[in-house]
């Protein structure tokens, strides 16, 4: 079975201090990993994926890795914009509906 | 704006009732994807649909039943409601590269 832990579970931050969300993963195969923020109330809004070991992608203040085990969300000098509930899902090989099993996701607080 | 919309935001409903939940996906996806979240279990898949026949099956209760029209958009059936019913209820199309996109949810209530 897929399983997806994201640590920590929420994370407080002062604007402009840098730091890292984790992501361990268990899949039979990975066909993708996925990050995603959430806002309180609304739908996932999808900011990457990594399909390989040694990946990497960046968005503005945000950059994923990957690993064989698990991937890494930094955030490099947030800003309070940036408070959200960040989500981690991974998409197996062979799953045939491709759908997505997600962790707990780690709800990141940043204050002025 | 992810291009996925869901109808209604919000629904309350009593406990036994039945409501359905719409969603149209994405401009050219086949693919329509039913999640539930809720406080203590996160986001769960449903059940999945592509090109109107189901793809997937998720933890889907017996009393929640989904369809995919011709035109693409997707119903998900909740009857017999209960309590532990009320969550967020999302639907998602996916890309050629997989990418789910997800719109904004309905809220369902149940009373």
């Known amino acids: 079975e897929d399983q997806v832990t994201q640590s920590p579970e929420a994370l407080r931050l002062q604007e402009g201090e840098s730091s890292s969300l984790n992501c361990s993963y268990t899949?039979?195969?990975?066909?993708?990993l996925f990050w995603y923020r959430q806002d309180p109330g609304k739908g996932p809004e999808f900011l990457f994926t990594l399909y390989s070991a040694g990946e990497e992608k960046e968005k503005e203040r945000l950059k994923a890795t990957l690993t064989k085990k698990e991937s890494f969300l930094h955030i490099t000098a947030p800003k309070p914009e940036d408070s959200a509930t960040y989500l981690c899902a991974v998409q197996a090989l062979g799953n045939a509906g491709n759908m997505l099993t997600f962790g707990g996701g780690t709800r990141l607080m940043v204050k002025p | 704006d992810s291009g996925v919309t869901q109808t209604p935001k919000h629904l309350i409903t009593a406990t036994g009732q039945r409501v359905t939940l719409r969603c149209s996906p994405r401009s050219g996806d086949l693919s329509v994807y039913w999640y539930q979240q809720s406080l203590d279990q996160g986001l769960q898949f449903l059940i999945q649909y592509y090109n109107g026949e189901e793809r997937a099956k998720g933890n889907i209760l017996e009393r929640f039943s989904a369809q995919q029209f011709p035109d693409l958009h997707s119903e998900l059936n909740l009857s017999s409601l209960e309590l532990g019913d009320s969550a967020l209820y999302f639907c998602a199309s996916t890309s050629r590269q997989g990418e789910a996109f997800f719109g904004q949810g309905t809220r369902l209530t149940v009373v």
């Open positions: 899949v039979s195969g990975l066909r993708g």
